[in-house]
């Protein structure tokens, strides 16, 4: 499968929804729009012995060429409106409670990881600190505590639909909940220097066994 094309997180369907519902509206009302503009150029071409038609716009049967699609053109608009509101509400207001919480510290041009320890809480003699890459275990719920040590970053996942801005002296708190195993990119979709374009990392999306065995290895790695 293309990588693009995966949904990774629980709220990345819906995103690609509300995506597939704004297409599908424009793409369906550029299509009538055109035909009827060229239908229109066919029908009053100019043609010998007939006399063009003088219209100031305020003519009934001429309004409602214009009313009729701005009324469904709004109709629309309520509909992606209220699909909008209920996806940010998802992913940007509402906060589920977490099974586990790491930090992501962007800077120029690396993104560093701090993962808990075996006691699951941040900021602990037996956390764990990795460069350009971040483990986490399927099917759990995770918050984030997205920071940056320099300029503006953005932490962003293409398989979770996610992105988030981080800014200096702001610590920025988010969520996501892998539902599929596998490895997959982290960007920076923020312009951040001369570097930014290398500034790349992976997240490892890893089953249960495999998250422990992770963390058993790594917690051994840092023990003295």
């Keep these: 499968m293309v990588p693009n094309l995966v949904q990774a997180s629980s709220y990345a369907s819906s995103i690609d929804g509300l995506i597939l519902l704004v297409a599908v509206f424009v793409g369906v009302g550029f299509i009538v729009a055109e035909g009827m503009f060229f239908w229109l150029i066919w029908k009053f071409r100019a043609r010998p012995g007939e006399k063009s038609q003088y219209l100031t716009g305020s003519e009934k049967h001429v309004k409602r060429w214009i009313t009729i699609p701005h ?9 992606i409106i209220i699909g909008s509101v209920r996806v940010w509400y998802d992913v940007k207001q509402h906060l589920p409670e977490a099974d586990s919480t790491i930090r992501i510290i962007g800077q120029q041009w690396a993104w560093t990881f701090q993962h808990p320890g075996a006691d699951n809480e941040l900021d602990t003699d037996d ?19 997205l920071e940056s040590r320099d300029v503006l970053h953005s932490f962003s996942v293409p398989v979770f639909r996610l992105k988030q801005d981080a800014i200096p002296g702001r610590s920025i708190t988010g969520w996501f909940r892998p539902t599929v195993t596998g490895e997959y990119d982290v960007q920076c979709a923020e312009i951040c220097g001369i570097g930014h374009g290398v500034m790349a990392a992976r997240i490892h999306i890893e089953d249960a066994n495999q998250h422990a065995a992770w963390l058993s290895s790594s917690s051994a790695a840092t023990t003295p």
Aim: net charge negative.
């Design 71 to 79: 009324g469904l053109v709004l109709i629309c608009d309520v509909f």
């Design 127 to 145: 956390d764990t600190f990795t460069v350009g890459d971040l483990h986490v275990e399927v099917e759990k719920t995770y918050h984030f505590r």
